[in-house]
């Protein structure tokens, strides 16, 4: 991706700001916070970044944030944006020429997205997926729901699976938006997410250093696979004791959950951080080789209503997360949107500003 030059982007000074809060959501008076959430390095301005969607995002951070912190916002922003770019052009085989007036191709996703969802609808056996045109696409191939589902949370849970907290996947997701606005497609995320719950934002990033520590405190490969996924998951016990071996690939877990599904975007998908992959193949390879085990990856990891996982945390030092429905998840509720079916955005100063397209946005609304 390439990017014109530009005069260097100087916001205008802002007071001071607040210092930052440990509760999360609007703060008006009578009304509770949505969620309490802890503070990690690198979220220092967290009650600072804008609650706006990728339309106005930048432009708000611009005009809300003194110019170092925009800077180290911004930062995060385009790193985000040109990652997705590096994404989809690599998938597509197209260039990346950031043409708002072009159409996204109705197959997005790649060869390898394409091999992993057709293994697991012979795994799942999913209900047949609706098949379909885009409207006003000429040309354009049927779209799978099936596919196009497992693909934007394959790309979502990967997307975030190393963010050091909260801040910086809100930061992060908003440049994957402008990205694909750039590319002809819109994703949509939840209109709270600065406040939502799921990978990424409520999760614990694993690193190798904690990985090698889960693996000797643990004592067992099934042991140590568990833990490692309700941290990097922050998955309920019931759906934890619901993942079947069959549903774990070479970079995710893909599984129907303990009360089955109706349609494609029920389905769980918690992709595996790179750290972690190693543990999770050696469960499988345990639990193969043990023909008392069952179906399930996790058998015997668990304990009633949670308390072996508990005592293994406990023993290898490490403090589970608060534990979320999938259902709850910021990736459940995301979704992708196409030309006609894809309502679009008014094109002004703000938007443009956020796609990177020009260099500074308009001086701030009234009201």
Not at 91 to 103: A, Q, T, Y
Request: hydrophobic share 40%; aromatic share 8%.
């Amino acid at each position: 991706m390439t990017e014109a030059s530009g005069p260097t982007l100087r916001p205008p000074p802002n007071p001071v700001p607040e210092p930052g809060t440990r509760q999360m959501g609007y703060r008006e008076a009578g009304r509770r916070p949505r969620a309490t959430v802890s503070v990690t390095a690198g979220d220092h301005l967290l009650s600072r970044i804008p609650d706006s969607d990728v339309a106005t995002f930048r432009a708000d951070a611009y005009r809300r944030l003194t110019p170092a912190e925009f800077a180290r916002v911004d930062a995060v922003y385009t790193a985000g944006l040109e990652a997705t770019c590096r994404w989809l052009t690599a998938r597509s085989g197209l260039p990346c020429r950031h043409d708002l007036d072009r159409r996204g191709d109705p197959i997005w996703f790649g060869r390898d997205e394409v091999a992993v969802a057709e293994h697991m609808r012979s795994v799942l056996r999913p209900r047949p997926a609706p098949r379909g045109f885009l409207p006003g696409a000429s040309g354009a191939g049927p779209v799978d729901e099936w596919l196009d589902i497992l693909g934007l949370y394959r790309f979502l849970g990967s997307f975030v699976a190393g963010s050091p907290g909260r801040g910086n996947t809100v930061v992060r997701l908003r440049g994957a938006q402008a990205s694909f606005l750039l590319h002809g497609m819109r994703l949509d995320l939840p209109p709270d997410l600065n406040y939502s719950v799921g990978p990424g934002l409520t999760t614990v990033r694993l690193d190798s250093r904690t990985v090698e520590r889960i693996r000797i405190g643990a004592g067992h490969p099934v042991d140590a696979a568990a833990l490692a996924t309700a941290l990097f998951t922050g998955a309920t016990m019931v759906e934890l004791g619901a993942v079947p071996r069959a549903g774990l690939t070479r970079d995710a877990l893909i599984f129907t959950g303990p009360i089955g599904y109706a349609r494609a975007a029920d389905v769980y998908v918690w992709v595996i951080p790179r750290s972690a992959r190693d543990l999770l193949h050696d469960a499988y390879l345990h639990q193969e080789g043990c023909a008392d085990r069952g179906p399930k990856l996790f058998a015997g990891a668990l304990g009633g209503a949670g308390r072996r996982l508990r005592s293994t945390a406990a023993r290898c030092g490490v403090v589970l997360p608060a534990l979320h429905h999938w259902n709850h998840s910021w990736i459940r509720g995301a979704g992708l949107l196409r030309g006609l079916e894809s309502p679009e955005y008014v094109r002004n100063s703000d938007l443009l500003f956020g796609l990177r397209l020009i260099p500074s946005p308009g001086p701030a609304r009234e009201g």
